[in-house]
């Protein structure tokens, strides 16, 4: 790790811990870097908010894409206090920054109560055999905005 790398860490660590101790949410944060400057921040708030997809990664990506005003972050590298969860790593490729690096993993966080590992285990299970019912409805109906976005003339492409 470079001294640079380092110190987007430490910035990533110190935004956990400020929005932990702040009672925003759990011991999770996050910055993007762009130019080796800070164009987006943000720490988990899932509790604050009461919002489940407030992760420290997601609050990040929207915070730099409002900032850039872009909907994808070429060009930047995403440093988080913690290894994304299969949300956050979802965002994550969407939004398709060059690099991301992390800090504990997920085994780390599990230890301390965030165990994601359920999420990870019933994405390899048939959809019809989740814990939850994933279930295909209205696919007709569905598929013809597809077909209508293929002819729309003033789309925009990601």
């Not at 504990?104 to 814990?131: C, N, Q």
């Amino acid at each position: 790790m470079t001294e640079r790398e380092h110190q987007f860490m430490q910035a990533a660590i110190e935004l956990a811990r400020q929005g932990m101790n702040n009672g925003e949410g759990g011991p999770f944060g996050c910055v993007i870097v762009k130019d080796d400057k800070i164009v987006g921040q943000g720490c988990n708030a899932v509790t604050s908010s009461n919002d489940p997809t407030a992760h420290a990664e997601v609050m990040a990506i929207r915070n730099a894409c409002q900032h850039l005003q872009v909907h994808q972050l070429t060009g930047c590298e995403l440093y988080t206090s913690c290894e994304p969860c299969p949300m956050c790593m979802g965002a994550i490729y969407w939004a398709r920054p060059d690099k991301v690096f992390f800090g504990g993993t997920r085994f780390d966080a599990a230890d301390a109560g965030f165990d994601d590992s359920f999420i990870y285990e019933e994405l390899t299970v048939p959809m019809e055999s989740r814990k939850i019912p994933i279930l295909n409805i209205g696919r007709e109906e569905a598929v013809k905005l597809f077909e209508e976005w293929i002819e729309k003339p003033d789309k925009v492409k990601y």
